[in-house]
C-alpha cells in the first residue's frame, strides 16, 4: 500500500499558546542576560526559534554566538512550562480527533515540521499530551531557516518506517505563507489552515494545494488529504 505521510506545524495549527513562547522569551532574556524590553516588531509568524533568536539579539545587542544561542534557548524552555501552566494555551478546533484518525489509519504516517526547537516543540505537545503521536520531526535545531526543514523530515520518516514516500503524497499543515513555501521548497504537497494569524483569503493566495478554514471538518480534511 502507498502511505501518506502528514508533517504538522505546531503554531497555529495544532494549537494556539496564546503567547506563551513569546512570553518565555521575553523572560529569558531577563534570566539568562539581565536584560528587559519588548518583542514589538519582532517577526514571530512561521519564524523558527533560532530565526526569531536572531532578531531577539540584534535587538538587544546580543553577541550572535552558539553559545548565547544555546544559553538562551535553554532558558526558554526553562521559562516555558510555568508560563504554559499560566496561560489559556488550547489546542485548535478539530486537531486532536484529526491526530487520533490519523494514527489508526494503517495508511497513514504523521510527524512534526516545526519551527520550535525539539525541547519547545515537546513541553508545548506535551502540555496538551499530544508529544506521542510524533514518532520524527523537523525542528528548528535542524536549521534557522524553514524552508530547509522538509528534507531532514522526510529523511528521518524514511528510516522510522522504511518507507519511501513519495512526494505527492507528502502533506506539510500549516497555518502561515511560510508553510506552503516550505511545502514547495522540498515538493510536498500544502495544506494551509486559517487557524493562525492568515486569513483563508490571503492563505489562498499563495495557492496551497488545499485551504481550509479549521480542522474542525473530518470529511473536509481527509478529503483534501486524499488518503
Ligand atoms: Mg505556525
Redesign the pocket.
Known amino acids: 500500500m502507498q502511505k501518506t505521510l502528514i508533517l504538522w506545524?505546531?503554531?497555529?495549527?495544532i494549537l494556539h499558546s496564546s503567547g506563551a513562547g513569546m512570553r518565555s522569551l521575553n523572560e529569558a532574556l531577563t534570566t539568562v542576560f539581565g536584560l528587559s524590553g519588548t518583542f514589538e516588531g519582532i517577526d514571530f509568524?512561521?519564524r523558527t526559534d533560532r530565526a526569531i533568536v536572531r532578531q531577539v539579539f540584534a535587538r538587544f545587542g546580543i553577541e550572535h554566538t552558539p553559545e548565547n544561542i544555546e544559553r538562551y534557548l535553554d532558558g526558554y524552555v526553562a521559562l516555558l512550562p510555568t508560563v504554559l501552566a499560566g496561560s489559556d494555551a488550547r489546542v485548535l478546533p478539530g486537531v486532536a480527533s484529526r491526530l487520533e484518525e490519523a494514527a489508526a489509519r494503517p495508511g497513514v504516517a504523521q510527524g512534526l515540521l516545526?519551527?520550535n526547537v525539539r525541547r519547545g516543540a515537546q513541553v508545548k505537545l506535551g502540555h496538551h499530551g499530544l508529544w506521542d503521536f510524533f514518532p520524527v520531526g523537523a525542528f528548528a535545531d535542524d536549521s534557522e531557516q524553514r524552508n530547509d526543514l522538509g528534507p531532514y523530515a522526510l529523511e528521518r520518516a524514511r528510516g522510522h518506517w522504511g518507507v519511501d514516500f513519495s512526494l505527492e503524497r507528502v502533506w506539510i499543515v500549516?497555518?502561515?505563507p511560510?508553510?506552503i513555501a516550505c511545502a514547495r521548497a522540498c515538493g510536498a504537497r500544502a495544506l494551509a489552515v486559517a487557524t493562525?494569524m492568515s486569513s483563508l483569503e490571503e492563505l489562498r493566495g499563495h495557492r496551497p494545494d488545499a485551504a481550509l478554514p479549521d480542522l474542525s471538518d473530518a470529511g473536509a480534511f481527509w478529503a483534501a488529504i486524499g488518503a
Open positions: 506545524d505546531i503554531d497555529g495549527t509568524s512561521g516545526t519551527g500549516g497555518d502561515t511560510h508553510d493562525g
